[in-house]
C-alpha cells in the first residue's frame, strides 16, 4: 500500500519570504499523481497544485511551485512571496493511476505567516 | 453550480444512535469518496463509489455503510454509532479517474 509522509508538523514564515513543506511518499507503481492541498480554518480542500508521475518538468502555480524528485520518491512545495492568506494546514496527497484513484494523504502541515 | 454540498454541517449523537450523512453532487460526476480526517492525520477513505449502485470498502470502512441509488448522491450512514466516530467528514467526487477530486465543506460530528 502506499503511504505519504510529512515530517513537519508545523512551519512558519515571515510574510514575504519563502517557505518550503516537505513531503515523501512510498509507492512500487511508476505512474501515479502527487497533489497539494490546503485546508484553511473554513476546512474547505483547496487543491494547489498536481503533478503527474511520467512529467519530469515540475509544476508551477503562480506562487506554488514543486520540487519532484521520483527517484527519491520526494515532493516537496515551495510558496514564494508568502502571504497572510497563505495560512492553513497543507495536506500532500498520493493518486494511483490504476483503479478508482483513491487519494492517499499525508498528516499534514501546519503553515503560520508571521507579519 | 453549487458543486459538492454536505448534509448537515454540524451533528451530535449520543453513542448507540443513528445517522446519514448526504452528500450532493451537481456535476455529473460519476465518482464519489468518502473521508474522515481525525486531529493530526489526514484524510482517510472510508468507502467510495464508481458509478450509480455501486460501492466499495476504503481504508476505514468499519462501523459504515453507504448507498448510491442515484448518480448526484452517495449517502454515509452510522448505524450504531461510537465516540470513536467522533470526527470531521468529507465528501469529494470527480468526472473520472482522470480528474481531480472535488471536495464538500465537510461535517463535523460528535458522538458523545
Known amino acids: 500500500a502506499q503511504t505519504v509522509t510529512q515530517s513537519q508538523p508545523e512551519m512558519s514564515v515571515q510574510e514575504a519570504e519563502t517557505v518550503t513543506l516537505s513531503c515523501t511518499y512510498d509507492?512500487?507503481?511508476?505512474?501515479?499523481?502527487l497533489f497539494w492541498y490546503k485546508q484553511p480554518p473554513s476546512r474547505q480542500m483547496i487543491l494547489v497544485i498536481r503533478q503527474e508521475a511520467y512529467k519530469q518538468q515540475n509544476a508551477t502555480e503562480n506562487r506554488f511551485s514543486v520540487n519532484f524528485q521520483k527517484a527519491a520518491k520526494s515532493f516537496s512545495l515551495k510558496i514564494s512571496d508568502s502571504q497572510l492568506g497563505d495560512a492553513a494546514m497543507y495536506f500532500c496527497?498520493?493518486?494511483?493511476?490504476?483503479?478508482?484513484?483513491?487519494?492517499?494523504f499525508g498528516q499534514g502541515t501546519r503553515l503560520t505567516i508571521n507579519p | 453550480n453549487a458543486g459538492v454540498t454536505q448534509t448537515p454541517k454540524f451533528r451530535v449523537l449520543k453513542t448507540g444512535q443513528s445517522m446519514t450523512l448526504l452528500c450532493a453532487q451537481d456535476?455529473?460526476?460519476?465518482?464519489m469518496y468518502w473521508y474522515r480526517q481525525d486531529p493530526g492525520m489526514g484524510l482517510r477513505l472510508i468507502h467510495y463509489?464508481?458509478?450509480?449502485?455501486?460501492?466499495a470498502k476504503g481504508e476505514v470502512p468499519d462501523g459504515y455503510n453507504v448507498s448510491r441509488l442515484k448518480k448526484q448522491n452517495f449517502l454515509l450512514g452510522l448505524e450504531s454509532a461510537a465516540p470513536s466516530q467522533t470526527s470531521v467528514y468529507f465528501c469529494?467526487?470527480?468526472?473520472?479517474?482522470?480528474?481531480?477530486?472535488?471536495f464538500g465543506p465537510g461535517t463535523r460530528l460528535t458522538v458523545t
Open positions: 469529494a467526487s470527480s468526472y473520472s479517474n482522470q480528474y481531480e477530486q472535488y
Open positions: 463509489s464508481v458509478g450509480e449502485g455501486t460501492t
Open positions: 496527497a498520493y493518486r494511483s493511476s490504476q483503479g478508482a484513484q483513491k487519494l492517499v
Open positions: 456535476m455529473n460526476h460519476e465518482y
Open positions: 509507492t512500487s507503481e511508476s505512474d501515479y499523481y
